[in-house]
């Protein structure tokens, strides 16, 4: 269970390095839903991964070509992407960009491991 928090600061979210030209950044989040910014550098790779949860991706900024299943498809600003629970997913940033990301539920590996660098 998470402590609830109403209130999430952009400036005083840490932008994690993940390495390779991906920086991740933490908005918001509960138990059931979690909303993530992803900054990619151009050629930062999101290798294919699959995961628990429900994810909607919003293209903030930039060009990226997702492989969702195996279907690849070339996403701008303003595009989205949906994936199921357990579906291979990845994508290619090909016009450096942030990415808005969408959880439920919450990804508490993602705190677990912000938890572990402080």
Request: aromatic share 8%; charged share 30%; with cysteine.
């Amino acid at each position: 269970m998470v402590d609830i928090k109403n209130y999430f600061l952009h400036e005083e979210a840490e932008l994690e390095d993940l390495g390779h030209g991906i920086k991740r950044k933490i908005l918001a989040y509960h138990d059931n839903l979690m909303v993530v910014e992803v900054h990619f550098e151009k050629d930062a790779v999101g290798t294919l991964h699959t995961h628990p949860h429900e994810q909607i991706t919003y293209i903030l900024e930039g060009e990226f070509e997702f492989n969702i299943n195996g279907h690849k498809k070339i996403l701008r600003k303003g595009d989205s992407t949906f994936k199921e629970p357990d579906i291979m997913h990845g994508a290619v940033c090909l016009k450096k960009g942030k990415l808005l990301d969408i959880f439920t539920p919450c990804r508490q590996d993602f705190i677990n491991k912000k938890e572990e660098q402080e």
